[in-house]
């Protein structure tokens, strides 16, 4: 368009490239000098205008670039005789984006529709406004008028994405669908449908009804023969059918998808759905299915009579017996898993066909068992089996395993499926600490014993017997969590570091390493290993849980921060530009993309995760400012005192939430991000579910965010009440502080302390009582940081307020003692019950770390408040007599909090220097020798001796060039050293937290000591 | 032999184009008319178009290292203008074994499909996956979008995934110099279609070209 008539804008086209050039050549300095020369021959040109802005806005001068693009609208808008062209709005729409004012934009197109009403182009470019701001009644609307112009069928479709977009995202009611149906029809009616993309659409529209007649007759007619792959329309065909009731038709059909594709698992299971009459698989269509979906397929076969059942699963073993018949192709699976769905639905009707499915499992695995899915096909099979009846097949799986492939490589797939099956069904668990060591043994000597298989593979290539190092680690992990004896778990390390000596690509063995090492306090060791996983763009959305919870309780500070504003970045970027591409696919006609499109931002936008990042952000930035009252203020100010985030506390528990996260690959030992079996006592001793336990997850993320939300607002409040003397003199009713912040902070306690469970009087009970040594800490259970976050709060909020009689006719509360005490008792006795890291993995390290960089912090921000109060700052009046004996009671009490909170810090830092400067040598030592007895008589560093037997002396010949050259590099120091050093950085980055907490308290104690 | 997965640096160069002062009157999409119904091959297809959820559980897929995980504009806008090109293999338990990312452009004799991306996860190697995959797509190329060739780009290092490309009946047409972040040459091979005859499209070309020398990013 830009060169029609040679014009650009009304400009000549010439004069303007040149200004294309310089920006796309990111030379701006030079299009913006170009741009000044053009406005002086064309001052009024709204084009030229909005060329320099969106210069300026690239250049980073968003003030600037604003003022120029209103100015451009002021002119489009004056002068009438100007041309209004879609490259100048195009071109403002740009700039009014990037500048967050897409409100601005709608409203030039606007504008320029209603002058030129009839003009295609420009009501396009309205249309996409809308698409911008998810207007969907107005995108409607505009659609229509579009389509009024010449029934072109986009246009038509637009319109009718349109409406369908209310209904499902928006709040139109289901009625509209009547609506786009009507139009559909009368369009059909007259001009027919030339998109297959149409069609489908139509069928959606047509199906949301249950009008599934009538979408079958269509299909049926002329216009199904747009959709020109055949299977494609058996498959709408055949849901279509069996959702209208059709059964026995529908299973025709599906058998047609299976004769043409027999590799089609879910015709299968459609196919199966249709001769039991069952529509469970149809019907989980819903648009935010978790991300791994249950193992397990759902069916209903209640309502059949034996005779039914059986006469149903007579046929489909005769049509499944004729698919296998007929596969030449060995590796389609497809028929003999229908063979086991088939045993499968034979046990759930008659609770006695075990043995038929464990027969059915065996074949399989003499079929398939040498394929790496094998384990993963069979595992929904295996659930319908008893533990006992799981224990049989595996039983009869092992006595196969004696005439195993003669192929190797063959023979090494089935060896490892076996093993696989073993750890799936639970196995391991059973077994004794001697069964397991020799069951790692095994593995490790046949990875060793196949490594030659792997000779001429590419070293980017996966290696046969990859897998086996990942199962041994498994299995020291438990021998280790059994025993408690560390060797196993430095052990677990070593295998998988040997591991990526040779195969340095291994995704695998990176997730299990960076959990070992997060587990161990070497947290930048397991960042550094997350890091090599290269996780970008959506993967942050679906992998970080591997290392975000770790790094929230940690120290390092600036890796976090990295890996928020990274996450924050990718999620905003991407809901900045989806409406972008959602108006390209309505421009491409691919409309069931727009429908797609929207709903998955919107899946992205209710991302738990995402959430829970935005809170956290802040929070971090409040952690990092703490030790500086007025670099605190000013974040507390840029966060509106905290108010936003108080709403979002308000709002979480009726929000919806999607969780993104893929929880697949993470460890047995920790399942979830909240679950982790080695600090504790496993739940479940005999099989470990991998399932996605959403709901738990659902009211733990709501609870922490709700929570966490209302932090900043506390933290804002309790530095307001630090800020007012109390005097507690009957005319000021007790308070000199603004009655509603003391009233707001009260109430956010009284919150704070319902979702600890308690009400707000037996909450200070217990506070209190704990504090005086009546009551143990373990009453606050896992809540630890929130109740002495609670403390912190309510001593600050007692500053102003005697409900509770804190003052004890005193100016000063006697709630400064009670977070003292709790505080210093909590984290001397922490720090007293801690061995040294390097022979207690972390066990309380990251609560150490959370106590220091939250209570104590914001406890921090407190006294720094009322020493601020308490230090005159010269030009203050001269106070009175009763003002001057509460500032020095108050002072007394706040020297007495920086005692306290000093001696503390000095403690967590006189621990974390002693574990960095005992000797490096010697710690690795430790590590090491933890492996080095060989295994005489059992115990850790069997495995690690075949690994370090074969590295000593690698047959060059049998293993190649590569495999060798790796097998000699490996070095188990430097894993030591490695470990010592991830280690070390983390308690330096306490340490460094800590003295500088106690500089900022030692200045404050100098300032003090003047009143 | 398990390394099927191509990384192609013009995806990256793709994707500077997004703020660009022409981008919102630029685009215009031709659709070719369409052929009477073609049924797919048989054993092909538990594929199915690659949709948006796909994106949040192709990890184990795109955590292989020679995977790469593009920015969402990049795969949104494959999927909005050539969603048949982006397929998906599902497993058991509606897991992503591979899939396969391509598209559809070009001039006169010079239309031809393109495979940005295929990748088969770690568990479903060696079962003939690629294969299936990269036949889907060259039957929509064919079929459907009546293309000449399909062709793509492979590091020339990568010796294992060009003996499966030749296994597939893609020839070598040109070596493209430097093509792989400046480094590394990038070989461009193709496979006709049944349109182009006289299989004009794969006559090798006698010399390397430069990145610059490409007719389309």
């Known amino acids: 368009m830009a060169s029609k008539f040679g014009l650009a804008g009304g400009i000549p086209e010439r004069r303007v490239r040149p200004i294309w050039d310089a920006i796309d050549s990111r030379q701006f300095k030079n299009a913006l000098k170009i741009t000044t020369t053009l406005l002086s021959k064309h001052p009024n040109s709204p084009y030229a205008l909005a060329l320099k802005a969106l210069i300026l806005e690239r250049m980073g001068k968003p003030d600037e670039a604003l003022s120029v693009c209103l100015n451009a609208k002021e002119l489009l808008y004056k002068n009438e005789s100007l041309l209004m062209d879609d490259l100048t709005l195009s071109t403002l729409q740009i700039v009014f984006q990037r500048l967050d004012h897409l409100e601005l934009a709608t409203s030039c197109y606007e504008h320029a529709c209603g002058k030129f009403p009839n003009n295609l182009e420009l009501m396009m470019g309205l249309f996409n406004c809308y698409v911008r701001e998810y207007s969907f009644v107005k995108q409607q609307q505009t659609a229509i008028k579009m389509y009024k112009l010449g029934s072109e069928e986009r246009f038509l479709l637009w319109a009718v994405c349109s409406i369908q977009l209310q209904v499902l995202c928006g709040n139109g009611g289901e009625k509209l669908l009547l609506l786009a149906e009507g139009l559909l029809k009368k369009h059909v009616a007259s001009h027919g449908l030339h998109e297959p993309e149409a069609l489908i659409v139509y069928f959606s529209i047509l199906e949301q009804q249950a009008k599934y007649g009538d979408a079958l007759d269509i299909l049926g007619g002329k216009l199904g023969s747009l959709l020109m792959i055949e299977v494609d329309k058996l498959r709408i065909q055949g849901k279509l059918l069996a959702r209208a009731g059709d059964y026995a038709a529908a299973g025709n059909v599906y058998q047609k998808i299976l004769e043409l594709c027999g590799d089609d698992w879910e015709a299968f299971l459609h196919y199966l759905g249709c001769l039991f009459e069952d529509d469970s698989s149809w019907s989980c269509e819903t648009i935010n299915v978790p991300i791994n979906p249950p193992k397990f397929v759902e069916c209903k076969l209640a309502h059949l009579t034996d005779e039914v059942f059986d006469s149903c699963v007579e046929n489909a073993l005769a049509f499944v017996q004729k698919l296998q018949a007929e596969t030449s192709n060995d590796s389609l699976r497809n028929p003999y898993l229908a063979h086991l769905e088939i045993e499968r639905r034979k046990c759930l009707f008659r609770k006695n066909n075990d043995d038929g499915l464990i027969e059915a499992l065996l074949q399989y695995y003499l079929r398939f068992g040498h394929l790496a899915c094998f384990t993963s096909d069979i595992e929904a099979f295996l659930q319908v089996l008893s533990q006992e009846k799981q224990m049989e097949f595996l039983e009869k799986l092992m006595k196969n395993s004696n005439s195993l492939s003669a192929v190797p490589t063959k023979a090494l797939g089935q060896s490892i499926s076996l093993l696989k099956t073993q750890e799936l069904i639970g196995n391991m668990f059973r077994l004794s600490v001697a069964e397991l060591e020799r069951s790692a043994v095994q593995m490790a000597e046949l990875y060793c014993k196949n490594l030659p298989l792997s000779k001429d593979l590419d070293p980017q290539e996966s290696m046969h017997g990859e897998e086996l190092l990942s199962i041994v680690c498994n299995v020291l992990v438990q021998l280790f969590w059994r025993t408690r004896d560390l060797g196993y778990f430095i052990e677990a390390i070593m295998v998988l570091e040997f591991g990526l000596t040779i195969r340095r690509y291994a995704w695998q063995y990176k997730i299990l390493l960076l959990h070992l090492y997060s587990y161990f306090g070497a947290l930048s060791l397991a960042y550094e290993r997350y890091k090599s996983l290269d996780v970008k763009n959506i993967l942050m959305e679906t992998v970080s849980h591997h290392i975000l919870p770790q790094m929230l309780a940690s120290p390092l500070w600036t890796d976090l921060g990295n890996l928020l504003k990274d996450y924050l970045k990718f999620m905003d970027d991407h809901f900045r530009e989806s409406a972008d591409l959602t108006f390209l696919a309505y421009r491409h006609r691919n409309y069931s993309k727009v429908i797609e499109f929207v709903q998955f931002k919107e899946r992205l936008q209710h991302s738990n995760q995402y959430l829970l990042a935005r809170v956290e952000t802040q929070i971090l930035q409040l952690k990092q400012r703490a030790n500086n009252i007025e670099e605190e203020e000013s974040i507390l100010e840029s966060l509106k005192c905290g108010v936003d985030f108080v709403e979002l506390s308000n709002e979480i528990g009726s929000k919806s939430l999607t969780f993104n996260e893929d929880f697949q690959s993470r460890p047995w030992w920790t399942p979830t991000t909240e679950k982790n079996y080695l600090l504790g006592p496993f739940e479940g001793t005999s099989y470990y579910p991998k399932e996605n336990l959403t709901k738990e997850r659902e009211t733990s993320v709501r609870g922490f965010v709700e929570r966490k939300s209302i932090l900043p607002r506390m933290i804002y409040l309790s530095i307001q009440c630090a800020s007012v003397l109390y005097k507690d003199s009957s005319d000021t009713n007790g308070s000199l502080a603004d009655p509603k912040t003391s009233s707001e902070l009260k109430s956010l306690l009284e919150r704070y302390a319902k979702m600890l469970g308690f009400s707000l009087n037996d909450a200070v009970d217990l506070v209190k009582g704990v504090s005086r040594g009546l009551k143990p800490y373990e009453v606050f259970g896992s809540d630890v940081i929130d109740w002495l976050n609670f403390a912190v709060f309510f001593n600050a909020w007692s500053l102003n307020s005697n409900e509770f009689g804190q003052h004890d006719d005193k100016c000063t509360p006697g709630s400064w003692h009670l977070v003292n005490s709790l505080l210093e008792n909590y984290i001397l006795s922490k720090l007293r019950s801690m061995g040294p890291l390097i022979q207690s993995p972390q066990g309380d390290l990251p609560i150490l770390v959370q106590m220091v960089t939250e209570p104590l912090a914001w406890h921090g921000v407190v006294i720094q408040s009322c020493v601020r109060l308490c230090v005159p700052s010269g030009k203050k009046k001269k106070k009175s007599g009763s003002t001057d004996q509460c500032i020095s009671l108050l002072s007394h009490a706040v020297r007495d909090a920086i005692q306290s909170s000093c001696s503390i810090l000095e403690e967590v830092a006189v621990w974390s220097q002693d574990q960095i400067k005992s000797s490096e040598d010697n710690k690795i030592d430790i590590l090491v020798s933890s492996l080095k007895r060989n295994g005489q008589n059992g115990g850790p560093g069997q495995v690690f001796h075949i690994l370090e037997t074969l590295a000593s002396s690698p047959n060059e010949t049998e293993l190649g060039n590569q495999i060798s050259q790796a097998l000699r590099a490996w070095s188990p120091v430097d894993v030591g050293r490695r470990i010592v050093t991830g280690q070390s950085r983390v308690l330096l980055e306490l340490y460094r937290i800590c003295e500088s907490k106690i500089k900022s308290l030692k200045s404050l104690k100098q300032q003090i000591a003047q009143v | ?217």
């Open chain 2, 1 to 217: 032999m398990n390394l099927l997965q191509l990384r192609c640096n013009r995806a990256f160069k793709n994707q500077d184009s997004s703020l660009n002062h022409t981008t919102p009157s630029a685009l215009r999409f031709i659709k070719l008319p369409f052929p009477a119904g073609c049924p797919r091959q048989r054993d092909m297809t538990t594929i199915r178009r690659f949709c948006c959820n796909d994106l949040l559980r192709f990890t184990s897929v795109n955590l292989d290292h020679l995977t790469e995980t593009f920015n969402m504009s990049f795969y949104m806008t494959y999927l909005a203008r050539w969603p048949d090109y982006f397929q998906v293999a599902e497993g058991p338990g509606k897991r992503i074994m591979g899939y396969i990312m391509g598209k559809v452009e070009g001039q006169g004799e010079s239309w031809h499909g393109h495979v940005t991306a295929v990748t088969v996860a770690h568990e479903y190697r060696r079962q003939q996956l690629a294969k299936k995959l990269m036949n889907l797509l060259e039957e929509v190329s064919d079929k459907i979008d009546k293309a000449y060739f399909v062709d793509l780009f492979v590091r020339a290092s990568n010796t294992p995934a060009i003996k499966m490309y030749e296994k597939l009946g893609y020839v070598i047409y040109r070596r493209v110099l430097r093509y792989y972040s400046g480094e590394e040459d990038g070989l461009d091979m193709r496979k006709a279609l049944s349109r182009d005859v006289e299989k004009k499209s794969i006559i090798p070309l006698k010399r390397p070209i430069t990145p610059d020398e490409l007719e389309y990013d």
